[in-house]
């Protein structure tokens, strides 16, 4: 079945960077275009960032200029790397697949970014 195992979360000081990992299973990667979201307390999960099976990239506005992503298809992984991180985006991150998503979510990795 379709599987996502995010990691790489942690407490950040603001103006800091985080590395995030996902490792997905249960589906062809290579071709899948992939996705990373978030969802802060009390909000709903936001689109953050996505890259497509071809490389090519695209960001949501908050992420644009500070945020990366990209791919390894040998490991079926995907990264997000996000710098100048601020306190607003403490949140839960997850992966998925590019929107639309699939119904099956893993359990996120958690990022603090402390003042």
């Known amino acids: 079945q379709v599987r996502f195992v995010e990691s790489g979360g942690g407490v950040v000081q603001a103006g800091g960077s985080r590395r995030l990992s996902c490792e997905a299973s249960?589906?062809?990667?290579?071709?899948?275009?992939m996705a990373w979201y978030r969802q802060a307390p009390g909000k709903e999960r936001e689109f953050v960032a996505r890259?497509?099976?071809?490389?090519?990239?695209n960001f949501a506005d908050a992420g644009k200029g500070r945020f990366t992503i990209d791919r390894d298809n040998t490991r079926n992984e995907v990264y997000l790397e996000m710098n100048s991180l601020k306190p607003e985006e403490t949140a839960t991150y997850y992966c998925?697949?590019?929107?639309?998503?699939?119904?099956?979510w893993g359990q996120g990795t958690q990022v603090t970014v402390s003042t």
């Open positions: 890259i497509n099976s071809s490389g090519s990239t």
């Open positions: 998925n697949r590019a929107p639309p998503p699939y119904p099956y």
């Open positions: 249960g589906i062809t990667f290579s071709s899948m275009h």
